[in-house]
């Protein structure tokens, strides 16, 4: 009987092999916390079912919050700022800051306090930075008025800020309130 047992087994063997042999080998994406793998659709079944259904009513699975990127902020935006807040401060002849200005005086303290050193006079402020043409304006460019005796800050929207003359604090204006004649940005 053993030999006949031994002839079976060895008949079973080769059988399965030669099936075994005949499946052609499909696989399936499966996404893993690694990445995406390759498995036998077999595996991939198995694992899916596997995994529990979502009871009605119940929480999302957890994800992790988006959080979006502060924006950056630009010495030229740290500029306005820097002027914007001392609108209401009074107008001095010569005096740049941080209780009193006149128009280039603003302009310095205001690129200072942001982080850059910048000519202190207007004209000097209007020959300085990089010429920029009135309609590309860009919030923080220094406008220069009247031939470069006057300097204001653009802050956007057609607007300036400047300290613009005795008995009158720093305030923000209309762009085109003034003749002006070019502007540069630092």
Not at 3 to 20: D, E, S
């Amino acid at each position: 009987m053993r030999p006949v047992r031994q002839a079976l087994f060895a008949g079973a063997l080769t059988a399965g092999a030669a099936t075994t042999a005949a499946i052609p080998a499909v696989a399936a994406p499966v996404d893993t916390p690694f990445g995406t793998i390759e498995v036998p659709d077999e595996i991939a079944g198995a694992i899916q079912s596997i995994q529990p259904p979502a009871a009605p009513g119940a929480p999302a699975p957890f994800a992790a919050p988006q959080i979006a990127a502060p924006p950056i902020e630009t010495i030229a935006q740290r500029a306005v700022d820097a002027a914007m807040a001392q609108v209401g401060k009074p107008y001095v002849y010569g005096a740049n800051g941080p209780n009193a200005f006149d128009c280039s005086g603003l302009m310095q303290f205001a690129y200072q306090q942001a982080g850059l050193s910048i000519p202190r006079t207007s004209y000097d402020q209007a020959r300085a930075g990089s010429p920029v043409s009135l309609s590309s304006l860009q919030p923080g460019d220094v406008v220069s008025f009247y031939n470069g005796g006057h300097s204001a800050m653009y802050i956007g929207n057609g607007m300036v800020v400047h300290a613009s003359t005795s008995g009158v604090p720093v305030k923000t204006a209309p762009l085109s309130s003034m003749p002006a004649d070019g502007a540069v940005r630092f």
